[in-house]
């Protein structure tokens, strides 16, 4: 909203237009988002803490967290919802297709993430919604978002499948661009949330990504850079960085409180919002694979679990000690700080190689 406002501005005094500046809107959608999550964090703490809206532990998992986390607040995403959902109103194009894309993906997936979190404090169990329940309302939303795309793209290239690398791949994906799409977006909203199970081990990853994104974006948004780097260039994408940056900021306020050890967890409200939102900025910028790359850990947690109830199933014997992975090595005697760290190292090296794309093709 402030662009426009601004922009009105702008015929009294010509200054006002440099807060219209991409580069400009970029640093103050983080720092926004960054103020808003430290300002609300303890309020939303509070009130979750009074109502005893604690994280719920799996009776099967590690002994320490039975012990230390069970009176830890959970839904804390809520922070990083609103956050990101105003300083994107208040600094991005609000006529932009593209944000309200992301903005329809960020409520409803957190809606469902909500749903679920309050059905675990009703019912005092770490079960949730049923498993179908909850991927049937995912499919549906992503299916929604994988339609509007499909059917509102301008040219081939935003239906195509693109490789890192490779300057002249793009497999145009068709009407399969959509159950691509849903895939995508759902098997990484899941793939987050199995992540998040230690304090800070999954919003820093996805700070990573989304900073990454806010590059990606920029440059794939701006037709000599992208002609320059020979990547695809693709109109009014470059508004994603906004949304991108704001995740930035709100997630580096998140973790001041979510950080070792934790003052308040995400919940499903946030991972569920958060995975899915990165996916389809990947989608939207035609870096599906890039993503892949970048999320290594999370596809990492989500192949240990498969791997381990296959294993179960035709074998009667466990891969892992507990998966997801993360479980794996603290019952392995590994710190639980030390698995945090070592995870975000490896998501860092990630995004490099992943950023590296830009310019090796």
Known sequence: ???????????????????????????????????????????????????????????????????????????????????????????????????????????????????????????SSSAGISGKTKLLYQIIFSGIIAYFIYTTAMSSIETSLTMPFLKNFALNLGILFIPWTIFVIVGSSNAVNLTDGLDGLAILPCILIAAAFVLFAYVEGNFNIANYLLIPYLSGVSEIAIFSSAIVGSGLGFLWYNSYPAQVFMGDVGSLSLGAILATIAVLLRLEIVYAIMGGVFVMEALSVMIQVASYKIFKKRVFKMSPIHHHFELKGWPEPKIIVRFWIITFILVLIALASLKIR
Do not use: C
């Open 1 to 123: 909203m402030l662009y426009y406002f601004f922009e009105y501005l702008t015929q009294y005094y010509s200054s006002f237009d440099v807060f219209r500046y991409l580069t400009l809107r970029i640093i103050l959608s983080a720092l926004t988002a960054l103020a808003l999550s430290l300002i609300i964090g303890p309020v939303v703490i509070r009130y979750l803490s009074k109502n005893r809206l604690y994280q719920t532990i799996r009776e099967d998992g590690p002994q320490s967290h039975l012990d230390k986390k069970s009176e830890t607040p959970s839904m804390g995403g809520l922070i990083i919802i609103i956050s990101v959902l105003v300083s994107t109103l208040l600094w991005a194009d609000i006529f932009s297709k593209y944000i309200w894309i992301l903005i329809f993906i960020l409520l409803t997936f957190g809606l469902i993430g909500f749903y679920d979190d309050y059905q675990k404090f009703r019912h």
